[in-house]
């Protein structure tokens, strides 16, 4: 069974630039949430996706948004990139809500993203 | 919102059995407590859960006493490949809006 996979693995950009992010979650699950990992720091909780609406939200900008498909993808974009920005960005998935299985998610390798 | 505390790092050698201990004074009565291992450059990975006493699996045990005010993830006989990030989570069980929060996590350094 496939896992988590998230692209690209790694995204050069420029502040003040957008940068989009891509998840797939594992077949069957409906739910799909974001993190951010800045270097030195723990998971800090971005956004949670469940049936294609935004579930719930961190404590970070509006300029972090993002939305989940019909086939419950999902992507992270992030407007007017900022040099904190710059952070692993990992994408989970779970059955169903966080807290049907115990809040056991299954996470991606992540993506890099750089701004300079 | 339950906080959890953990030491930052932890050392030990081959073939030890290594506790880590989670802090978690204000979890509430139906808070389960959940244990995720990070390789460095990777994604968290699901290891353990447990609500109340011991679970063990074929990976690791979780201790909890019965107050609930902590619990402790131990390892079997670590080997070099079990140097990683071990994060402690306390989460709900079911809907709300609740923030997960993984917070820095303990850094197992695994020595020869």
């Known amino acids: 069974e496939a896992g988590v996979t998230q692209s690209p693995t790694h995204l050069i950009k420029t502040r003040g630039q957008q940068a989009t992010l891509r998840c797939s979650p594992i077949s069957g699950h409906t739910s799909v949430y974001w993190y951010q990992q800045a270097l030195g720091l723990g998971l800090q909780f971005l956004l949670w996706y469940d049936e294609g609406e935004e579930r719930n939200r961190g404590n970070f900008p509006p300029r972090f948004s993002g939305r989940q498909f019909p086939n419950y993808s999902s992507e992270l974009n992030v407007n007017a990139l900022e040099l904190e920005d710059s952070a692993l960005y990992l994408c989970?998935?779970?059955?169903?809500?966080?807290?049907?299985?115990?809040?056991?998610?299954?996470f991606g390798p992540g993506t890099r993203l750089t701004v300079t | 919102l339950a906080k959890t505390t953990q030491p930052i790092s932890m050392d030990s050698y081959e073939g030890q059995e290594v506790n880590i201990t989670c802090s978690h004074n204000n979890i509430a009565t139906n808070d389960y407590i959940t244990w995720y291992q990070q390789f460095p450059s990777q994604g968290p990975r699901f290891i353990i859960q447990?609500?109340?006493t011991k679970v063990t699996n074929e990976v690791a045990s979780l201790f909890i006493p019965a107050d609930r005010k902590s619990s402790t993830l131990s390892l079997p006989r670590v080997s070099l490949s079990d140097t990683a990030v071990y994060y402690c989570l306390v989460a709900p069980p079911s809907g709300g809006s609740y923030i997960p929060t993984f917070g820095r996590g303990t850094s197992l350094i695994v020595h020869p």
């Open positions: 447990g609500y109340k």
């Open positions: 989970a998935s779970s059955l169903g809500g966080p807290w049907k299985r115990g809040y056991e998610q299954y």
